[in-house]
């Protein structure tokens, strides 16, 4: 570490001697030492510089001199002078010149000095900067109230509030109804995973048209409504129907898988009505041929 600061110092005290006669070649093979010892290498180049002198084109580097650099810029700090000077500045570029956040600053923020307010205004003036300003036009399109369904969503709700607080009905309202104290989702979703049979019959039945017809829930009977093909009792089901009973009253003992796919095609029935199947629809022809069958097994 010593000798090597050692070495720095001699070599500042003893430079190596000057080339600007041979160029700056030379200067990168001088031993550390500083002791330059001119070889046979620095021989030959004196050589050629000696040959370039007397007409050779190999160009050479020329020390810098103020002929030939541009003129350095100087610059000196504001040192008070009066504000009048600073008034044939341009406005700052940010925020842009037409832009709203200068439209809408208070001046004392923006602006060249001699556009400032007096230092009266600016006591009164609010020290943050105000919103931008909107068009009238854009104003009323943030306000305005979706009116349809909102995509990837259900049925918006009929209780929307106007910015003026006054509920409004949207043109496609919710028609869900009060369920009963007991009877919420919730409360069907712990009665159809507690096991117990909802069917109302002891083994699946294989169902024709006629029977599904005749358990419509009237005079007592339950009330059998099929889906693709699978029959299901919903009479269990009507007290928790969060569209009323009467709603789904109007599937019982037929098909319903036209209406039910009008109202809330999104509901799986298969998940909800699982602990209610009754069995499969077969046509009276089938019914009738298992019959004859199981009848002849007998004979
Ligand atoms: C047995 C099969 C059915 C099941 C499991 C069922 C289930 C449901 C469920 C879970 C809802 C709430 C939907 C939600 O919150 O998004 C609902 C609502 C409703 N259901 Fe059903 N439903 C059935 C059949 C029917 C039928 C056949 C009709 C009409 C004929 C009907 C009419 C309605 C109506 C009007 C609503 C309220 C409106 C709405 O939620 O958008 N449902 N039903």
Redesign the pocket.
């Known amino acids: 570490m010593f000798s090597f600061l050692k070495t720095i110092l001699v070599s500042s005290a003893n430079p190596p001697p000057a080339e600007a006669d041979t160029g700056t070649k030379g200067a990168s093979d001088a031993p550390h030492t500083g002791q330059h010892k001119p070889s046979e290498k620095d021989a030959s180049r004196r050589s050629t510089s000696t040959d370039s002198d007397s007409g050779e084109t190999t160009p050479k580097a020329q020390p810098a001199t103020s002929k030939t650099l541009p003129p350095v810029p100087t610059f000196t700090l504001d040192t008070g002078a009066p504000d009048d000077e600073d008034d044939n500045l341009p406005p700052p570029s940010f925020p842009a010149v037409n832009s709203a956040q200068r439209a809408s600053a208070p001046s004392n923020l923006m602006g060249p000095p001699s556009l400032r307010p007096s230092p009266q205004s600016q006591l009164a003036a609010p020290q943050r900067m105000a919103p931008p300003r909107l068009p009238p036009s854009s104003a009323a399109t943030l306000r305005a109230l979706p009116s349809g369904p909102l995509p990837n969503r259900?049925?918006p709700s009929n209780n929307l509030a106007a910015p003026s607080g006054i509920a409004v009905r949207t043109p496609n309202p919710?028609?869900?109804?009060q369920l009963r104290a007991g009877y919420s989702?919730l409360d069907w979703a712990t009665l159809i995973n507690s096991g117990t049979n909802l069917s109302g019959v002891s083994k699946l039945e294989r169902v024709t048209p006629s029977m599904l017809k005749q358990n419509n829930g009237r005079k007592g009977r339950p009330a059998w409504?099929s889906?693709q093909g699978k029959v299901?009792n919903?009479t269990p089901?009507l007290p928790y129907?969060?569209?009323?009973e009467g709603?789904?009253k109007?599937?019982a003992g037929k098909d319903?898988a036209k209406?039910?796919a009008?109202?809330?095609p999104?509901?799986n029935?298969e998940n909800?009505?699982g602990a209610c199947l009754v069995g499969i629809m077969v046509s009276e022809n089938d019914a009738r041929a298992k019959m004859d069958s199981e009848l002849e097994a007998l004979d």
């Open positions: 259900g049925p919710r028609q869900k109804v989702p409504s889906y299901y919903i089901y129907h969060p569209g009323g709603e789904l109007r599937a319903g209406l039910f009008e109202v809330h999104w509901v029935w909800m009505l």
